[in-house]
């Protein structure tokens, strides 16, 4: 069972927001011991890196600091996911965190690692010696075709992208 998320007001004894630089750093808590107040009191919090995102930890629980510098801002724990829009996941500056949908948040996804074509939503079908796009939209696969040519199979995937609402960096 996870733990209880800390309050607010708690967040605010113990950290500081930089909303313009996305950087936290430690107060001078008086709950600490003072060989720990005199070692971080006023250095950057979260610096640590867990799946790509800044990360720490508050009484032995890890939280990632995009989502503990929003709830600094807005005064409030975010419900949903939160998407850093220009997809670089330690900038956690608050202009660049929107709580989005998990399915907002996969239409502002990179490309996978695993993608061979180099093309997000395509991929060589070799039954028919032909490139194949698609697109996953609310749940379902989207054939859009079979392609001669990678650029045909790019543009039909670009297409579907800007019609189903995809930002212009999901899959680069």
Do not use: C
Not at 94 to 110: A, G, Y
């Amino acid at each position: 069972m996870a733990k209880p998320l800390p309050s607010i007001e708690y967040l605010r004894q113990r950290l500081r927001y930089e909303p313009e630089t996305g950087k936290l750093f430690w107060l001078d808590y008086d709950g600490m011991p003072n060989s720990w107040r005199a070692k971080y009191a006023g250095t950057e919090a979260f610096t640590a890196k867990v799946k790509g995102y800044q990360a720490g930890r508050i009484d032995d629980v890890m939280f990632y600091a995009h989502r503990v510098a929003y709830a600094l801002y807005h005064e409030v724990w975010p419900e949903d996911q939160l998407d850093h829009a220009n997809g670089v996941p330690t900038d956690n500056r608050i202009n660049n965190l929107r709580v989005v949908t998990n399915q907002v948040n996969m239409r502002n996804s990179k490309k996978r690692s695993d993608n061979s074509s180099g093309v997000t939503g395509v991929t060589w079908n070799s039954l028919r010696n032909k490139w194949a796009a698609q697109v996953h939209v609310g749940g379902k696969h989207i054939h859009l075709g079979l392609f001669e040519k990678l650029e045909d199979a790019r543009q039909a995937r670009a297409e579907a992208s800007r019609l189903y609402g995809f930002t212009e960096r999901h899959g680069t």
